[in-house]
């Protein structure tokens, strides 16, 4: 069974600074892997997906993901946090692009003036 | 891009009473529904997957005959809560797969605030 863990339940940073949410999967197979953003009281929006195509994914918004298979990592990240990214992410991996997915507990982002 | 719509967005009930939520593929057809459940400051647990014109199937430690789900069409899919109590409280989130036709990921609804007095 597949399992994602995302260190950190709350990450805070400066606006303009970095961005880093880390994500790692336990699968024996790689798997499909999947970023969301998800805003209070609102559905999830896809930010990128990993499909094997390429280990750099760049998704929208400016945040990029690097799917690492030795680290069996593929943590988020963004060069200049901006106040609207605000937000709770989640990292979600599944056996298909298209199938049910296993959601890590997600990362509450603040971002500070 | 695909849009799927949840109705209500939020519903009150009373204790012992039955909730319908409604998940719909406005612009695609889905041959696959999943429908999850988020508690207050938790992650998104899946409850069922639902396939057109066949039976859910339902994860484990899911009450099926609590949490009925029917996907009578490719754009329709409902999730019933039966005798609803305080414990069911949650956002209920579902989410449409266009599947092989596509290939491509699913999209999730806004969400269904469920509140069990």
């Known amino acids: 069974a597949q399992s994602v863990t995302q260190l950190g339940s709350h990450v805070s940073v400066s606006e303009g600074a970095l961005v880093l949410l880390r994500c790692n999967y336990s699968s024996s197979v790689p798997p499909y892997l999947f970023w969301y953003v998800q805003y209070p009281n609102q559905g999830l929006q896809l930010l990128l997906k990993y499909t094997s195509a390429a280990t750099l994914v760049k998704g929208i918004n400016g945040f990029e993901a690097e799917f690492k298979k030795s680290e069996t990592s593929f943590h988020l990240t963004k060069p200049s946090a901006h106040m609207s990214d605000a937000a709770e992410y989640f990292c979600a991996a599944g056996g298909t692009s298209y199938g049910k997915l296993t959601f890590g507990q997600g990362t509450i982002l603040t971002v500070h003036p | 891009g695909a849009v799927v719509s949840q109705h209500p967005s939020w519903v009150i009930c009373k204790s012992g009473t039955s909730v319908k939520i409604e998940c719909r593929s406005l612009?695609?057809?889905?041959?696959?529904m999943f429908w999850y459940r988020q508690f207050p400051k938790q992650s998104l647990m899946l409850m069922a997957t639902?396939?057109?014109?066949?039976?859910?199937?339902?994860e484990q430690g899911v009450e099926k005959d609590k949490f009925l789900i029917n996907h009578a069409s490719l754009t329709l899919s409902t999730l019933t809560v039966t005798s609803a109590h305080p414990e069911d409280s949650s956002f209920y989130i579902c989410?449409?797969?266009?599947?092989?036709?596509?290939?491509?990921?699913?999209?999730f609804g806004p969400g269904t605030r469920l509140t069990v007095l």
């Open positions: 612009d695609f057809q889905a041959t696959t």
């Open positions: 989410s449409a797969s266009p599947g092989l036709a596509r290939e491509d990921t699913q999209y």
């Open positions: 639902s396939n057109e014109g066949s039976k859910a199937t339902y």
